[in-house]
């Protein structure tokens, strides 16, 4: 996502590693760099204004110039600044209400009925708490069956009256999630535009009536210099809790988290990353700056591991790998896991220095991964085990039963055999990373 | 006679002609631009108040006011590249007299020399096939059921074809629009293969004699290759049953969105023939400036913008109308 962004960064920046000493020369073009990229990825004129300037003023500041490397330093300064822009400390929800009510607010198409499905999953898994969905949007054609249609697929309930009066609507799922034991009730709301006077007065009717302890904004992430008007109209008659960025999976550079927080001090709280309803992320400042810089986010990746990998079957996989008996039903148990972990484009990108490695662009076919699968499947129990035995007329059988052709089957087979040998080799302890 | 007093004058004919339907016209655009023409003129006019010369402190507020308005960032530094040769050639020294210049400089952006229609291109045989694609939320359901309303109330025989499959709810919403303008809709469940609802469509176009059809798509960003791949296919599909189709491609863009514009510009021109833009929801804040950029980098011209929700918020883009929307207050 802010690919561009942290590679503009990253080359200005090693312009200046090269220098010995920080003057206000040789520094000149990295500032207009950095102000350019960051006009580029939409960041608001004013915040580009103040950003530079102090990063400015700190890298000609005394400290810089007694350091050994200043180049560092500046870097440095930069991220700090970066993660000081984004918020400083990431601010978690406020769900102290029995049930906690949150208010899903935002302009048209900025993806809230979707977000809300995401939320309450998250809300669900984080917490193990029941979550209940009310259908607020009484004005577009077929919001309610978008909302339904989104709980069914989620397992999650969904509360509506039809086209009725929203407060209306949201008293009286209040009452119920009461009887009812609900611990979250989420309120979708229809899209408007903040200067719809008519309807931002309804949302402040309804904000009066139900006393939500969340008014999350839902923006999207794409948008451009007009944004800060929108959560300032938002932030002016809502009193906003915090802000969901939304679509930060395409490739957009996303230069409105910058702006959000530091404009109007209302913390992002989620980024929206998929199409999935599973995609929903709490949103860290420091490490999107790193992001952005191109230092990579190995926390975030490691993090995302350990939560859909279930780590009893990791561990009897490792200790399979060490004594040499892994077999394809291993293999298959870790391609299972790998799905798990949602788009690999996503993890790659983690990686530190993936940018340099020409990791960001790399683009992995989810077939690829669903055609192993169905090779190793299409063995019997006994081929998975023994590997070895499989020859030409196995091979043409299991092609046959998967619909692949020999030389994937011949493929994958080879591919086991090289992981077998570099397994060996990590277990003998002179194991060399692949990169 | 600079570009600014050209429009003036023929605005002003046109009101002094009584020629009630342009007046008509202008007035929605000025009434769905009266947000977004505030910021933006009132700022261009206390930048000519503020500045009794032109200096540098001038353009950097200049600058300021254009990137603020999401014209493109490297067509914003090559516009005041521009600007400011003129201003040392043509010796222009105070800011007034520069006011005529930016807006004669604007439009010369957009339209370059090419001559630039804006009208519909109807088959000349067979149903017209109109397909609209963009990323998510930027209004493609809306903008086909405007759109389609207005091909109804010219006396045309619309289908309307519901390929967005994947979304919750876009099926019903496609359906919802039909019936609330009179027009029929041709829809399998969600989750159906998209290219298959667009064939059964067409092939129901040609056996019933329907003179529209307009093709909804699934919201995709322009990175998901997969999703591109799958619109590659559905444009394969239209070409291959109708000849020429789709007549139209049409890219709906939302006037909120900042430089990721000309990367969707960019990448839907890639896997399909865009013939244009709708600008969407310029009824807010936003001024939609990126479609400069647009214009400029990828060529593709706006056709239609969108005002608002209702079915007649839908108006033929007009590129002199836009920029007079944008400084009536100065002229």
Sequence with gaps: ?435 | MGFFSKIKNVFQNEEKNKNQDVKKEVQVYEKGLTKTRENFVSRLASLTKNHKKIDEDYFDELEEILIMADIGVNTVMEFMDRLRARVRKEKIESPEDLKEVIVDELFIIYVHDDVLVNKIQYAKEGPTVLLFVGVNGVGKTTTIGKLAHQQVEAGKKVLLVAADTFRAGAVEQLKEWAKRIGADCTYKDSGSDPASVVYDGLQKAKNENYDVVLIDTAGRLQNKVNLMKELEKINRVIGSFIENAPHETLLVLDATTGQNGISQAKAFQEITNITGIVLTKLDGTAKGGIVLAIKEEVGLPVKYIGLGETKEDLQVFDIEKYIYGLFKDMM
């Design chain 1, 1 to 435: 996502m802010f690919e561009s962004l942290g590679e503009r960064l990253q080359s200005a920046v090693h312009k200046i590693k090269g220098y010995g000493k920080i003057t206000e020369e040789n520094i000149g073009d990295a500032m207009r760099e950095i102000r350019l990229a960051l006009l580029e990825a939409d960041v608001n004129y004013k915040v580009v204004k103040e950003f530079t300037s102090s990063v400015k003023e700190k890298a000609l500041g005394e400290e810089v110039q007694k350091s050994i490397k200043p180049g560092d330093l500046f870097v440095k300064i930069v991220k700090d600044e970066l993660t000081e822009l984004l918020g400083g400390e990431s601010t978690p929800l406020n769900t102290s209400g029995k049930p906690a009510i949150l208010m899903l607010v935002g302009l048209q198409g900025s993806g809230k009925t979707t977000t809300i499905g995401k939320l309450a999953a998250y809300l669900r898994k984080k917490h193990a708490k029941k979550p209940l969905l009310v259908a607020c949007d009484v004005y577009r054609p077929a919001a309610i069956d978008q909302l339904k249609q989104v709980g069914k697929s989620l397992g999650i309930e969904v509360y509506e009256e039809g086209k009725k009066d929203p407060v209306e609507i949201s008293k009286n799922a209040l009452a119920y999630a009461k009887e009812n034991g609900y611990d979250y009730v989420l309120i979708d709301t229809a899209g408007r535009l903040h200067i719809d006077e008519e309807l931002m007065l309804e949302l402040k009717n309804l904000q009066k009536e139900i006393a939500p302890q969340e008014v999350l904004l839902v923006l999207d992430s794409m948008m451009g210099q007009d944004a800060i008007n929108v959560i300032q109209g938002f932030h002016d008659d809502l009193n906003l809790t915090g802000v969901i960025l939304t679509k930060l999976d395409g490739d957009t550079r996303g230069g409105v988290a910058l702006s959000v927080r530091h404009l109007t001090h209302v913390p992002i709280k989620f980024i929206g990353v998929s199409e999935k309803l599973d995609g929903l992320e709490p949103f860290d400042p420091e490490r999107m700056a790193g992001r952005i810089l191109g230092m990579g986010d190995i926390i975030s990746l490691v993090e995302k591991a350990t939560e859909v990998i279930d780590e009893e079957e990791a561990m009897s996989t490792a200790k399979k790998m060490q004594s040499g008996k892994f077999d394809l039903n291993d293999f298959l148990k870790t391609t299972k896991q790998i799905r798990k972990l949602g788009p690999l484009e996503n993890l790659l990108k983690m990686i530190p220095g993936a940018s340099k490695m020409g990791l960001n662009n790399v683009q992995i076919d989810p077939k690829q991964i669903a055609h192993i699968e169905a090779i190793i499947l299409s063995m019997t129990p006994y081929e998975r085990k023994h590997p070895e035995v499989i020859k030409a007329s196995r091979k043409t059988r299991i092609a046959r039963g998967c619909g692949q052709s020999v030389q994937e089957v011949n493929k994958l087979l080879a591919q086991f055999d090289n992981m077998k040998k570099m397994m060996k080799q990590m277990t003998n302890g002179n194991m060399k990373m692949p990169f």
